[in-house]
């Protein structure tokens, strides 16, 4: 194979950009997309979001004998992230530790415009195959969440979003909620009249130590991760504001952990006088695609074909898969080799980019 994804790949981390300020990238893909005489839909996202950049959705259309596929990558990157000056070495592409690399997820962004290459080229053969990019997926799913699959009409969906050796897939993922909890005292001065206050750090305390932190079981996960309160040492601390989240794979465990945090706040601020106001939010839904899904399956025989290792995984995390699944379409997670995702010492072998591309093309030109 050339050197196309990878000379495609350093394009396009050299323009990569945090979430809400997707254009660069978006406009990079659209050029490469209509040069190749593709047509392309950007939806309103950007709008809905407040963001530059909308998603972008190109239809290539193909030999209706053959699976029609939807394969989709975000294309905002995490901070630190604006001037990636990627170094490619022997095995590895790095940034120069001063940024994010951008292979979470513009590994994903170059194989796609890979497979759109090589189709118009006539290197390969497909069904009907969507290329879907989304925009601010690192902070909450955003795009995806505004993205209208009922005009996407494919068999099944792989979304290019994970690390791992190349032949791994994300079969499942947890629901996430996040919650919120201001606990409401009673200010006094701490010297002179304690006993009229209501402390609430210390009802936020007796709380949190009845809780269960961190992992409940293999599949469900709880955290407290921000608080904050108090205006000066010599004031009873009148209100405190928490932060935290629940994650399960298991629907019902989720609602239990959730409603048992919520319970033991509730019951601990009507003991102390307190006043407590929550709010909470899902995130996403969970998924898992059962062993003898159309989408496994291919997915399986793509490996065989390729001679890689296939293996699958439960996810921990939450990614557009999860809005894909929800909204009715099934979809894997599939590595495109990022390792060290989130953190300035992010990395990518070189032949993982050559081997998911080879991968795909596999994937959407079998029977
Ligand atoms: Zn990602």
Redesign the pocket.
């Known amino acids: 194979m050339d050197k196309r994804i990878i000379n495609e790949f350093i394009q396009l981390v050299k323009l990569a950009a945090p979430s809400k300020n997707e254009r660069k990238v978006a406009d990079y893909v659209i050029k490469k997309l209509s040069n190749l005489g593709y047509e392309i839909y950007e939806d309103e996202a950007g709008k809905a979001i407040d963001g530059n950049t909308g998603n972008i959705i190109c239809k290539i259309n193909g030999d209706p004998s053959l699976d029609k596929i939807m394969l989709m990558a ?1 294309m905002d990157c995490v901070l630190p992230c604006e001037g990636i000056k990627p170094i490619i070495g022997e095995v590895y592409i790095e940034s120069d530790k001063t940024t994010i690399l951008g292979s ?2 513009l590994s994903g962004v170059a194989v796609m415009l890979e497979i759109a290459t090589s189709r118009a080229n006539n290197e390969i053969n497909a069904g009907d195959i969507y290329l879907v990019f989304t925009v601010s ?2 902070i909450g799913l955003l795009g995806a969440k505004e993205l209208d699959l009922s005009k996407i009409d494919v068999d099944y969906a792989y979304v290019l ?1 994970s690390g791992g050796e190349i032949g791994t897939a994300s079969i499942s993922a947890p629901s996430h909620i996040t919650f919120n909890i201001t606990i409401t005292g009673k200010a006094a001065h701490a010297g002179m009249e304690p006993e009229n206050g209501i402390n609430a750090i210390v009802v936020a305390s007796k709380a949190i130590a009845k809780m269960t932190i961190g992992r409940i079981d293999e599949e469900t996960t709880c955290n407290i991760g921000i608080i904050k309160g108090g205006l000066a040492r010599n004031i009873v601390c009148e209100s405190v504001f928490i932060e935290g989240e629940v994650r399960s794979r298991d629907e019902n465990k989720l609602k239990n952990t959730y409603e048992t945090i919520i319970k033991i706040f509730k019951e601990t601020a009507k003991e102390n006088e307190a006043t407590i106001e929550i709010e909470m939010i899902r995130e996403y839904s969970s998924f898992l695609i059962e062993e003898d899904a159309a989408v496994l399956l291919k997915f399986k025989k793509a490996c065989e074909v390729a001679k890689m290792p296939f293996t699958t995984e439960h996810g921990g995390g939450g ?1 557009d898969t999860n809005i894909v699944c929800t909204k009715g379409i099934k979809a894997l997670n599939i590595s495109t080799g990022m390792e060290k ?1 989130h953190s300035v010492n992010e990395r990518i072998k070189i032949d993982d980019l050559y081997k998911t591309a080879y991968l795909l093309k596999n994937i959407v030109s079998l029977p």
Do not use: R
């Open positions: 975000h979470d997820d997926e690192e979003d990614s995702v």
